[in-house]
């Protein structure tokens, strides 16, 4: 039973189209975030949630958009998507906002833009 | 804003050797400290975690690490590596208040020879 999951596994797409990634976690925990890590396997913040609402966007581009349809799940829509936008996208939820507890991250979705 | 330093890209250790992972950290107050271990192909699983207390903290798979103020560091320790502890490890530092995220290092690749 996986704590947090995330779909698709692997993402193929053209510049220029829009795609969605969804996850999912079953841990009850308040909040949720998206990182994204370049292909040097360096890791940063996108987008953190607690309890739906959006609490941290670092300065990612407009194209990005984050939901949060209720506190378990927080999915990510891209536009226009970059050949720049290429990387693995993980989401991760932990117990607070302040995230004494660490983080608990999903498997990850490997973006590839050709 | 904090951040942190791994100073090694990359180590080898011999199987059955001592292992100690390198982590420095920048930040005005005392951080929460992590280290997360990422395998090919996976998320990041958390190691161990301080946030106050005891400063030699134990984690899974016989890691230790031990939290120095005055050197600002957190270094990972294994007394005999295994094979299987061939991956990329992470160090993460986060702020003790609300609405933080945790900020990663650039990562140490290690490389387990027979």
């Known amino acids: 039973d996986t704590a947090v999951s995330q779909t698709p596994k692997y993402l193929v797409t053209q510049m220029g189209n829009d795609k969605s990634i969804k996850c999912e976690q079953n841990?009850?925990?308040?909040?949720m975030y998206w990182y994204k890590q370049d292909s040097k396997k360096f890791l940063k913040i996108m987008f953190s949630?607690?309890?739906?609402?959006?609490?941290i966007n670092e300065t990612v581009p407009n194209r990005f958009s984050p939901k949060s349809p209720d506190k378990a799940h927080l999915n990510l829509h891209i536009n226009s998507l970059e050949l720049g936008d290429s990387a693995v996208y993980f989401c991760?939820?932990?117990?607070?906002?302040?995230?004494?507890?660490?983080?608990?991250f999903g498997s990850g979705t490997r973006l590839t833009v050709v | 804003a904090q951040s942190v330093t791994q100073p090694d890209i990359h180590i080898t250790v011999s199987e059955g050797a001592s292992l100690e992972l390198r982590c420095n950290y920048s930040y005005g107050a005392t951080p929460y400290l992590f280290w997360y271990v990422q395998s090919p192909g996976q998320g990041l699983q958390l190691l161990l975690k301080?946030?106050?207390?005891?400063?030699l903290v134990q984690g899974i798979k016989g890691f230790e690490a031990e939290f120095k103020r005055s050197q600002s560091s957190f270094n990972l320790r294994k007394p005999s590596v295994h094979w299987s502890d061939a991956a990329e490890y992470f160090c993460?530092?986060?702020?003790?208040?609300?609405?933080?995220?945790?900020?990663f290092g650039k990562g140490t690749m290690l490389l387990v020879s027979p």
């Open positions: 301080y946030f106050s207390g005891d400063t």
């Open positions: 841990l009850g925990h308040d909040t």
């Open positions: 993460a530092v986060g702020a003790q208040r609300g609405y933080s995220t945790l900020t």
């Open positions: 949630y607690n309890n739906k609402e959006l609490i």
């Open positions: 991760a939820s932990s117990r607070s906002s302040v995230g004494e507890y660490g983080y608990t």
